[in-house]
């Protein structure tokens, strides 16, 4: 739905060739999270944590490792410096790390390979039109406009696109708030869709799991301004209202930032430093801005966890369902596989130079990790039987890069493990 959304928008509104329309199943295997666009060279990178590039392709052609090598060099690559900082996105590059955005990636390379064929372009002037797209389908008053592809669809046929909660969650949230821990609700999307979502999956009593929601927070910008770049703003009827000079009680508001939602966390429980545990599944918008900005805790959700579990060995094939562990009944759903085209998350391959032996290497996705999440977990499922007071092991406190991986680390980060790639 979301590669349809962008696709329809360059297509009828843009010029763009009908072909894009047209999605081959197999294409999805393009879309693998902490892949960086270089714009201008029409080129998709994955990167490793000191920056150079392991492997890459020009619109969806892989290169060889050759051709990176004539172009990228043995180096760090050049814009390694600001896309490791984490500091805005620029026009020069751009950070695929979240579902959300993923299917824009396959979309934009299958543009440079319209472009190749038909224009021969050695520099490409595509992404302002994307971002035209992307501004089109969901810009603040699109859900209530009906306007665009995606808003329309997903109100149409929310159960075609959301999945419930499951229960155990749900009891988890209640077992926190009975524990007397605050629980917030932080979201980038705006007000109405939230409530068509947290409708669906949590149901209509949503709103008493929090204690406070905040929509159209705008991340990573929540974490990084201050008060008077971004004020909290109470909403009526899904408008926003005029700014409000501090937060002084919980209940339901519009942007803000994390300085005024910490005065009002100290407030209410009437300590000097509480403690914040933060979930996200975003390492640009939620984990390190929380980290690098709020010094919180982070739990990053990495539905990359779930992909050691697609393969099952022929034997458990035939067992009944019930005998099978939690994940293995959905196998290989989309998003959980591993990418025949760019290989593990977490490792990969570099090829030695002059005959020398390949080395293995940790993705800079991976060293973000272990960097800013206190812990990373597959979902909430995962965690939501464990008793409150469960002690969970930090990647900090513990010198190996896998100690807070929960429930275990992915194999791709096991010593002697040869599945790391898939070529």
Known sequence: LIYDSFAQYLVTEKGYDEDLLILAPDSLDFCCKGLVLDIEEGNFLKLAEDGTVLRASHGTKSMTFEEILEIYGRREWKHFNTVSGMVSRTAKYYLYDNYFDLPGALLCARVVDSLDQHDGQKKYDF????????????KISAFKENCGTYFPEVKNHPDKYLQRCPESVKKWLKQLKNAGKILLLITSSHSDYCRLLCEHVL???????????????LKPGFFSHTPNQRPFRTLENDEEQEALLSLDKPGWYSQGNAIQLYDLLKKMTGKLDPKVVYFGDSMHSDIFPARHYSNWETVFILEELLGDKTTVPAKAESEPLEKKGKYEGDQLKVPYFVSKQWGSFFMDRLPGLENAEETLVHTWSCKCISTYSTIAIPSLEAIADLPLDYRFTRFSSNS????????????????????????
């Open 203 to 217: 149901g209509n009593d949503f709103e008493e799991y929090f204690d406070i929601l905040i929509t159209n927070a």
């Open 400 to 423: 190996l890069a896998t100690a807070g991986y929960y429930p275990s680390p992915p194999r791709a980060l096991l010593p002697n493990e040869d599945s790391v790639t898939t070529k």
């Open 127 to 138: 992404w302002k039109d994307m971002v035209a797209a992307i501004q089109h389908n969901y």
